[in-house]
DNA sequence: ATAAACATTCAGAAAGTTTTGAAAATTCAG
DNA sequence: CTGAATTTTCAAAACTTTCTGAATGTTTAT
């Protein structure tokens, strides 16, 4: 296969994909984009390659750089901004789980604490099932925060030797 | 807090929180419903609990039933359908991750074993630059999937026992 | 100060997804 | 069988998200 269209192929699925994660297909595109190519692209590359218009492109862009997933880059002598994306994959996907942990399980947990203390009966078979159920995802949702943050710390060498040799 | 409003809110919440992980909303709810309900409930019982119309009810029970999420349960002298939900929150982990890594891991690993073997001269620095990346990520991914597979296979107590201490 | 180059915004259009509800299919008791 | 109860399907409508591109804002070279 040639290197074109084994870009274009993994460019387009890495969109699939992403979608499938709550990302949206063009942000997922650019972030592939950026992933494989060696120099930074500009704004207008980056349209010219994935052929879409510069609002979308902007925007896109923007949301890149606010998760932490891409950087400007000047380029000496230009005028214009240059992007690049982090390119070791666990470091992409220690920042994605910080963010996630941050946007969205930190304030799940502070919702599960206060519906925790519903009143009531605890003899109810409704009243206690629902506070089973809550207390089980928050013990839950909060061991996997403690893993997070163990992780997010971690350097990759730790992860790779020690974490990993769990499962040999 | 009163239970009534607590479920609302529980309800409705996991309804917003599913949809940043790409599932849709009337899923989540639905699965939310059944998770704090201590019986079974008829699909009439869930369109009447969430304001849904039936071929709503029926499609997304449908989908929870495919993910494994939700068990179709016989009442005794009733004709009708009644469901039911796992009310263990690592089990419904474990077979989320499960059903994710079949649907999405696995074809996304396929996929870039093939990119890998791009033709070209490596000394290119973009077909250098294409190889690393695919590379690094179909390593990271296989990491990942073994990790995976012995999750699931592990019973919670394996889990709890063991891999937790890692994280205090 | 001016204008060219470039970046950002945003209202409306397009595309994609979810929901409805009525019709069709299925199941089961009598 | 028959027909009432129940489940499933699906086309159209409602809603949501994403994208476009022209207008506006900002920066920099001269």
Redesign the interface.
Request: positive net charge.
């Given at each position: 296969?040639?290197?074109a269209d084994?870009?274009q192929?993994?460019i387009s699925?890495w969109g699939v994909?992403a979608?499938?994660?709550?990302i949206n297909r063009t942000m997922a595109q650019i972030h592939a984009l950026l992933?494989?190519?060696?120099?930074p692209l500009s704004q207008d590359d980056v349209m010219a390659e994935l052929n879409i218009s510069r609002g979308n492109a902007n925007m896109n862009i923007r949301e890149l750089i606010d998760w932490g997933l891409v950087e400007r880059v000047l380029v000496p002598g230009e005028r214009r901004e240059y992007f690049t994306a982090e390119?070791?994959?666990?470091k992409v996907?220690m920042q994605v789980a910080k963010e996630r942990k941050k946007?969205?399980l930190d304030p799940?947990l502070k919702?599960l604490s206060?519906?925790e203390?519903?009143?009531?009966d605890k003899k109810d078979?409704?009243?206690?099932?629902?506070i089973?159920?809550?207390t089980?995802?928050r013990r839950?949702g909060t061991?996997a925060e403690?893993?997070l943050d163990?992780m997010i710390k971690a350097d990759e060498n730790w992860f790779t030797s020690?974490?990993?040799k769990?499962?040999?």
């Open positions: 296969m040639k290197l084994a870009k192929q993994f699925s994909f979608t499938q994660w709550g992933m494989v190519s060696p120099d390119k070791d994959i666990y996907a946007r969205e799940m919702l206060q519906l203390d519903v009143e009531g078979k409704h009243v206690k099932q629902f089973d159920t809550i089980g995802i839950f061991q403690k893993m163990v020690n974490l990993l769990l499962f040999r």
